[in-house]
């Protein structure tokens, strides 16, 4: 069965609120997760708070059964994946269990758990390994962990692509559907917050705050200062249109195109990087059959990496021309902060809410916009306006680049 992707289902974990209509008024209102480590000692660190999911329990969404040996990775998007699933009324029955797949984006997931499974074989010797824990050591567990607990039968896919894990997921799925190789996909990102990763960001200098200044997320500000580095899950439900209407499915969105490019001349910088976003934006619009002019709001990537928000900035004028000024171009992450391979997912659950209650996410902590990010980036607070199109962008300061165009549903 082929035909148009489109999404039934959200689940939403984030540090700004748990679920999809938590999650859309916490965006709404322009709230932001940023709070004091506690998921481990932040003493060493000159950095102290981050986007921690506060008050997280994955009992409460998933029960006892099969929780024991599950990291925490795993369990943020088994829950967000059961949320999604009760979100859009997909029974997943043996009968249909193999016209369903998994594509799940993470690139750091498993980090803290090889560095503690390496730590008890150094120091224990690795006769004394926990076996129960090596599987959370390989990259594609939280994948294969959704599959196991829903039963589902299908592909199962991890991609690892940095910013872009969560976008190249759903864009995926999408293909998928539309190629008639699944009736239905859950899609999306996941990553945690632990030491390792947080480590290795603090000692790259990426992080707001690394001068003594509280941290804080202002992407496209003169004055940010890196990006405030968070955890979070998204999970959606992909499916064929005809599959969806044929069960009744509230149908919330559309995936219209997707574009996905690489940027040999990338680095960390991004000072020379642009050619592979603009590629990719070109491609996903010329899918969607959607001219620029059309685009009434776009998601954006930056995440108050000064390198990122301006090449961002100058691409999106070279594909809007003299429209760029006037079209809004916001950023969840200065509410949700940089949640890596989660938040492109993030951000197309972001994008739907818009979508369907006819509002654009702010984009907050805004005092002095930088010359060089001359846009319309919505500042401080949620903009009421009805929106049929958004851009979802996505860039990697390692060559990456994606975006996605979806649109409100009209049968």
């Keep these: 069965m082929k035909g ?58 998933l029960g006892k059964k099969g929780l024991r040996d599950l990291d925490r990775s795993t369990r943020l998007v088994c829950s967000a994946a059961k949320l999604a699933l009760d979100d859009s009324g997909l029974a997943i029955s043996d009968e249909m269990s193999r016209s369903v797949g998994v594509a799940i984006g993470t690139t750091f997931g498993s980090l803290h758990s090889i560095a503690q499974f390496d730590r008890s074989g150094l120091t224990e010797g690795p006769r004394f390994v926990n076996p129960s824990h090596f599987p959370n050591t390989v990259i594609n567990s939280p994948a294969s962990q959704v599959s196991i607990r829903f039963t589902i039968k299908g592909f199962n896919t991890t991609l690892s692509t940095g ?10 799925a999408a293909d998928f559907i539309r190629l008639g190789r699944a009736d239905a996909v859950l899609a999306g990102g996941v990553e945690e917050l632990c030491e390792e990763t947080y480590r290795l960001f603090h000692d790259l200098g990426y992080l707001s705050g690394m001068s003594g200044a509280e941290p804080v997320s202002r992407p496209f500000d003169a004055g940010r200062d890196g990006f405030v580095l968070s955890e979070g899950s998204a999970v959606l439900v992909a499916e064929n249109e005809e599959y969806a209407r044929s069960r009744g499915a509230d149908i919330l969105a ?72 006037h079209v809004p171009v916001s950023s969840i992450k200065s509410m949700i902060g940089e949640t890596y391979s989660a938040s492109g997912a ?66």
């Design 163 to 172: 910013f872009c894990a969560g976008l190249d997921a759903l864009s995926y």
């Design 254 to 325: 559309v995936i219209l195109g997707c574009g996905n490019a690489f940027d040999p001349e990338a680095d960390s910088t991004f000072e020379r990087a642009g050619r592979g976003l603009k590629t990719a934006i070109a491609q996903a619009l010329e899918e969607a059959c959607v001219r620029p002019k059309d685009v009434g709001y776009v998601c954006s990537c930056a995440n108050g990496m000064p390198g990122l928000d301006r090449m961002e900035a100058r691409i999106l004028h070279e594909v809007f021309g003299e429209d760029a000024r």
């Design 346 to 411: 993030l951000a197309v659950a972001a994008a739907v809410g818009g979508l369907r209650q006819g509002f654009i996410p702010p984009t907050v902590n805004h005092r002095q916009t930088d010359t060089l990010c001359a846009l319309d980036i919505v500042p401080n607070a949620a903009r009421a306006q009805a929106v049929k199109t958004v851009l979802v962008t996505a860039a990697d300061p390692y060559g990456q680049n994606s975006a996605l165009v979806v649109g409100g549903y009209n049968r």
């Design 4 to 61: 148009r992707a489109v999404i039934t289902g959200i689940g939403v974990l984030s540090s700004i609120g748990k679920g999809r209509d938590a999650y859309w008024k916490a965006l709404q209102r322009g709230a932001t997760g940023v709070r004091p480590i506690t998921l481990f000692d932040a003493a060493p660190f000159r950095v102290k708070s981050a986007g921690e999911i506060a008050d997280f329990e994955a009992l409460a969404y």
